[in-house]
């Protein structure tokens, strides 16, 4: 199956998925292409918790996930995970040192919050996965 295939068979992927028992929830959904023939990912935001829902959108370029996964694998307390950067959306994840993660959340044009999420111990490892998953699905971007 081409990689074409296999991303129209996914239909997306969650390069960040972060819940907790609370009902806090931020994930981060790869959807293809930001249009055909794009060097970049289009990507919905999704944030939920008892007083925000919300739904953005981010493009990641190709050096992103590079980042990303650095940056994860570098994480701990005190320290940060960033997508988005300075170009529209920007999502932080902070280290608390608990593990738990402070996100927050700044679309200039529509919404800043911040909410508190305590992952599941392996979190780290899973999101690198899924950061690969990414990479399998939109090889010719990424």
Sequence with gaps: MSAAAAAASVGAVDLVHLADERGNRCVVRVTGPSRPGSHNLRADVLVSASWVDARLDVYLFPGD??????????????????????????????????????????????????????????????????????????????
């Design 65 to 142: 996930l590079d980042l990303w996964q650095a940056a994860l694998l570098g994480l701990g307390p005190g320290r940060e995970a960033r997508i988005g950067h300075d170009r529209g959306l920007n999502l932080v994840l902070h280290m608390i040192e608990d593990h738990s993660l402070a996100v927050t959340v700044h679309d200039p044009d529509r919404l800043t919050t911040a909410l508190a999420i305590r992952p599941a111990e392996d979190w780290i490892e899973d999101h690198c996965r899924r950061a690969e998953e990414v990479r399998r699905v939109w090889p010719q971007i990424c």
